[in-house]
């Protein structure tokens, strides 16, 4: 496996679909993109899509062990900041 760095955008979209395992979340952002790609052309689904596809191509090129030491719930509790000073 070669070293890839997932995006901050990346890391947060993977923190919102994650599943028990990195297959299982691959296989849910798959699904998400399938809706999304079946939905009118908007900007923001197709910024949506693109990050989606990146995501996918980028958890299948890095390894378990590395998948498993990410801090996800970092990227959902700012998410959660974000919405309490919105």
Do not use: C, W
Not at 63 to 85: C, G, I, T, V
């Amino acid at each position: 496996m070669r070293n890839v760095n997932l995006e901050e955008n990346e890391l947060t979209i993977t923190a919102i679909f994650q599943q028990h395992t990195k297959e299982e979340t691959i296989q849910t952002l798959k699904e998400a993109l399938e809706i999304l790609e079946q939905e009118e052309s908007d900007p923001e689904n197709d910024e949506m899509i693109e990050i989606i596809n990146s995501t996918v191509g980028k958890l299948r090129q890095i390894e378990d062990k590395y998948y498993y030491s990410l801090d996800l719930n970092y990227y959902l509790n700012n998410l959660e900041d974000d919405a309490y000073e919105a």
